[in-house]
């Protein structure tokens, strides 16, 4: 019946039944399964007969299954939404049965956020409806909201905010204005954060993950592909990836940290546990390894160059010349060493460029001057200007960069050297301008058919990721280990400002003081030409 208006009087409703219960109505059918739904004319207004009511004697009378329905009864569609907290709401992390450790067919608790498997009267997310009260749950892969124990769907716009959260999706329109304007959001509680600024969780020893997933979300031509393409189709850790990049950039989020917990379960399995949120590994050797392994997570092959995005972004080619160096004895019985006539050279392709650090001093000068040395970037990039040699392995090779070069070059600065007793830090400040920006036309062999000779080359810094060695234990004065820390620095284009990240830390610096730190890691872009367009 419909209700009551505040203007009749309940004198005249006398003798009316008063309107179906709230609450679930049960019928005596113990042979409920979960496919079984009632019709549209079962599910409104049925009442309980007289003999259905308990007389009172007790615990012999059959338990009674819900009835399932496939629309919510007229009047009520809204029922139990109340009861959905949107503050412990967390789709962060891995989609598994909070019971049975499932991952098929999982559903998150709108009230509580735990995930369980199932809606059916057998499911662990069914009798936890029936249990606690918690009535409202989300399918995390299609994203439809069901009410349980009753099993109808509920369709209502103010979900939306809430899938949304679950699994963000963009525009064409709104990827392309990402780095063009600035952005601000705010959080459930009211917080302010910028989109793909945010802190990212240190669940335990997992930072060296950090500081590569916040480098590589702003690479654009990357972050864009996994922001638009339909990646259903592709690998597990491709998606968890996608996912990762778009909760970053999400500018309706709750909070204003995301959790890299899901991708770090997958880069676990996939890596047979070489990299793991336990135990601390090297940020480039997590970065090569995870850009090998995306490559052919999009359908790269091991052979052919060009053939995913990730080769497209940051594959350049490399020309070595190699010389082989001999040892004799004179007649003296004198070693020497002879220089090969024959110059070997080979072009090899890379993803990445690493940079060596000059030996730091042992000693300070009289004016303590020393204490930290400095070089510049330009210095150790010398190695690629195919004039300075290099000895290695009985060989001496030289370096030259070729055209074309690549949208984004990333340079790996070695710090760390070990021997067989002791692992040694290189604690040499590389200093750079990144407010003019890099000059890569020294170190690339000229070719009038890809690029006029003599023109410069820009780069602009994207990401620097630095190190910093923390005292082991605090109270303890002069013990000698130090631990490893990692922070980011970003560059918010739309803003033309710096932000450094550490963990769940996000801080503006100024862009004069990004070389201070030590850096282990860069980012660098190709600057585009006035018409927007890559100079070749």
Partial sequence: MS???????????????????????????????????????????DSISDDDVDDGDGGNAPARAPIRQSAPTEGYGDLYLDTIDRNVLDFDFEKLCSISLSNINVYACLVCGKYFQGRGPKSHAYFHALEDGHHVFINMATQKVYVLPEGYEVRSKSLDDIKYVSDPRYSRQEVMELDRKPRTAWTLGGKQYTPGYVGMNNIKENDYLNVVMQALSHVGPL?????????????????????????????????????????????????????????????????????NNLHLGLGGSKTKPGSSIIQRIFQGKLKVESQAITAKADLGDRLRFEE?????????????????????????????????????????????????????????????????????????????????????????????????????????????ADYPPGEPIWYDLVANVTHEAVRAKEDVADTGEERKTWKVQLKDKGRDEWVVCQDLFVEQIQKELLYLGESYLQVWERRRDSRGKQKR
């Fill in 3 to 45: 209700k009551r208006h505040a203007s009749e009087a309940l004198e005249d409703l006398y003798g009316v039944d008063s309107p179906a219960s709230k609450r679930s109505r049960f019928d005596e059918g113990p042979e409920v399964d979960g496919n079984t739904t009632a019709t549209p004319s079962e599910n409104r207004g």
């Fill in 223 to 291: 972050r864009n592909f996994l922001l638009l393409e339909d990646l259903s189709s592709r690998s597990e850790l491709v998606k968890r990836c996608a996912i990762l990049f778009r909760k970053i950039w999400n500018s309706r989020a709750f909070k204003n940290h995301v959790s890299p917990h899901e991708l770090l379960q997958e880069i676990s399995l996939r890596s047979n546990k070489k990299f793991t949120l336990t135990e601390q590994s090297d940020p480039v050797d997590f970065l090569s390894w995870f850009l």
């Fill in 340 to 448: 090969a006539a024959e110059v070997k050279t080979d072009i090899t392709r890379f993803l990445l460029l690493t940079l060596d650090l000059p030996p730091a001093p042992l000693f300070q000068d009289e004016l303590e001057g020393n204490i930290i040395p400095q070089v510049p970037l330009t210095t150790i990039l010398s190695k690629y200007d195919g004039v300075k040699a290099q000895e290695h392995l009985a060989q001496r090779k030289r370096y030259r960069l070729m055209h074309p070069l690549p949208p984004y070059l990333i340079f790996h600065i070695k710090r760390f050297s070990k021997n067989k007793f002791v692992s040694e830090r290189n604690p040499t400040i590389v200093t750079f301008d990144a407010r003019v920006g890099l000059d890569a036309s020294p170190y690339v062999e000229p070719s009038p």
